[in-house]
């Protein structure tokens, strides 16, 4: 009996990563197919996990009351994740949610798209907050003293396109708040463009941040950027709405 909660728990634990096929899932918990497959069906009929995109496995709803209930956090992530893949749809692009995590922010949700064309999902990386999108936007809100630490901290180079001179990041940074989104040009990975806005909780302080991200290449289109822009807005303050209800 221990030895089956012991395993139930591994494979949640699993999942819990990223949403994962049997095989994958077997092998992150070093346990035979047959036995996870068994497993999830048990944890399934319990709503502690779900199929996602067909044969992927995920943390199920019953967890996520139960996580919601004792963290913020992944209550946030529930909220966030139909205003996703609103986003997901109407962009044509893959979306996800980050949080901060001292210098860096933490990705921490992610929805494809079915571009055939994608980029990696970047759930479970931290980057320092001066080299994303998600990150300025909640940079953005830090105060004088707390901003001059950071930037004495360093403001490493990601790639041959990350703002490192602590001057343009500051005006950087008052883009982001009179506008209310930013856009990152191959700055975390060469090749890759995204946006993000702020989520706000019902004091009006930044506690997470929405992106968007594709391909450099594509995206985003020619012309599109402030359609773009506005659509990521409205997703974060509907989030936002949600939260405080």
Known sequence: MVQSVDRAFAILEAVS????????IADRVRLPKST???????????GAVERVEGPRWRVGAGIEALAGAASPERSLVTLARPHLA???EELGEDSGLAL?????VHYVEHMESDNP???????????PLHAVPSG???LAEWPDDALE??????????TPHTLTEPQALRRRLERARAEGVAWGREEFAEGISS??????????????????HGPSYRFPPRGEAGRIASSIRSAAEDVARDLAL
């Open 100 to 104: 901060p995590d001292g210098y860096d």
């Open 17 to 24: 990563v990223r949403p994962a096929g049997v095989t994958a």
């Open 36 to 46: 996870v497959s068994r497993l999830l069906r048990t944890l399934e009929q319990l």
């Open 195 to 212: 946006v993000a806005a702020p989520i706000r909780d019902t004091r009006g302080k930044a506690i997470a941040a929405m992106h968007v």
């Open 149 to 158: 630490a950071y930037v004495a901290h360093g403001l490493a180079a990601l």
């Open 117 to 127: 064309v994608q980029v990696r999902d970047w759930t479970g990386t931290r980057a």
């Open 86 to 88: 609103r986003l997901v």
């Open 136 to 138: 300025v936007v909640l």
